[in-house]
C-alpha cells in the first residue's frame, strides 16, 4: 500500500521560511516524480514543483521559482520543498503526489497523494 506523508507546515510570518517534508512508503521511490501542489481556500489546487527520480531535473511555477527549493533523498524516500520569502498568498494546503509516468508535471494527474499539510504565511 502506497503512503505518502506530509509534515512541517505550520504558521510563519511573511519573509519567513519553512521545509515541508514528504516521506513515501510502499514503493520504489527513486522511480518516481515527485510533485508539490497547494490548495488555497476556494481555489483550484495548483502545481508548486516538481523533482525526477534522481533528482537532477526539477520544475517550478512562475510564482514560487527563486523562493522555493524541491530536493529529494531516495534513501529517506523523501521529497522536500524549502520555502523561503514567504508571503501571505502562499498560504494553502501543500500536497505531495506521486507517478512513474507522468510527462506532464504540472497536471494534478499523477497516481498518488498526500494529505496536505497547512501553510499559512501572516502579513
Known amino acids: 500500500q502506497v503512503q505518502l506523508v506530509e509534515s512541517g507546515g505550520g504558521l510563519v510570518q511573511a519573509g519567513g521560511s519553512l521545509r515541508l517534508s514528504c516521506a513515501g512508503s510502499?514503493?520504489?521511490?527513486?522511480?518516481?516524480?515527485m510533485g508539490w501542489f497547494r490548495q488555497a481556500h476556494g481555489k483550484e489546487r495548483e502545481f508548486v514543483a516538481a523533482?525526477?527520480?534522481?533528482?537532477?531535473?526539477?520544475s517550478y511555477a512562475d510564482s514560487v521559482q527563486g523562493r522555493f527549493i524541491i530536493s529529494r533523498d531516495n534513501a529517506k524516500s523523501t521529497v522536500y520543498l524549502q520555502m523561503n520569502s514567504l508571503k501571505p498568498e502562499d498560504t494553502a494546503v501543500y500536497y505531495c503526489?506521486?507517478?512513474?509516468?507522468?510527462?506532464?508535471?504540472?497536471?494534478?494527474?499523477?497516481?498518488?497523494w498526500g494529505q496536505g499539510t497547512q501553510v499559512t504565511v501572516s502579513s
Open positions: 510502499g514503493l520504489p521511490f527513486s522511480n518516481y516524480v
Open positions: 523533482i525526477n527520480g534522481s533528482g537532477d531535473r526539477t
Open positions: 503526489a506521486a507517478d512513474t509516468r507522468i510527462r506532464r508535471w504540472t497536471t494534478t494527474r499523477y497516481d498518488y
